[in-house]
């Protein structure tokens, strides 16, 4: 059998010995180089291409159906659960806690969740929105463990590695925030990026107020891909007399979005992340959805003063 292998940044220091291993049974192996985003970003077109019998991803679960034979093989890492007893002070003024982590720890949350119960508080855990498969799972675009709890829980507390999860969860939540990063040692609330997110988020829809120009980016990524939301955008925009062509790439450089000068913003229609993440890469705002609504909203009043 013919596979390839996909692996995210962070695992692809493996890639060379789990090709031996399969190397090994008789498979023929292939493995892809290109960066990868997570499950929402599967190599398919390299797998067709190279015509491979299957895609073996590694490091996610499933996140949606795909028209091609992939094996999706999670990375559970075993990370240091004695920082848990340095969280108790902080948490010490609440009762009613979320507890929320990746897919990596996810093997882990019976006993993060047994030791909090343990120590007095109650813990709930959230059912994601549909992209991620577990209670307490979150990913980059799904932070529904904590969002759907957050009027039901006095904290939510994020344990795993890196602050890329926790920044997007703690954005569509209300409650404290704590995120304990295990291998860095790190216990800290993450609240005051609520205030930061927000204040960006003001300064890109008044950038764009006076735009002449949009373009709508459209992923072809199979869980990223959203043509039909591209498309409605573009009709609203020019609905306000706007010029708005959509941009289509698989992975948005965004040196090339800069070469686009005669574009005054662009509206995000790809991984909900790059409009919240990667503004700082490009020279003109990458609005969402909802801020290029609330951008028009506003610019509609200013016409009508």
Known sequence: MRVLLQFPEGLKQ?????ARELEMRG???FISASPTFGACDLAIDEARNIKADRLIHFGHNEFNKVDFDVEFVPCEVDAPLGILESSLEKLSP?????????????HQLKSIRAFYEKSGFEVVLGKPFGFAKAEGQILGCDVGSAARVDRLVDAHVYFGGGRFHPLGAVINTTKPFLMIEPFEGLVQFIDNYREIHKKRSKGKILSALDAKSIGVMVSTKNG???LALGRLLKRMIEAHEINAEILVSNTFDFNSLNNMMEFDAFVNTACPRIAIDDVDRTMKPILSANELSEMLKIRDGLAHK
């Open 14 to 18: 493996y890639a060379l010995a789990r």
């Open 27 to 29: 498979e023929e192996v």
């Open 94 to 106: 609440f009762r009613k806690i979320s507890i929320v982590t990746t897919v990596q720890h996810l």
């Open 224 to 226: 990223q891909s959203n």
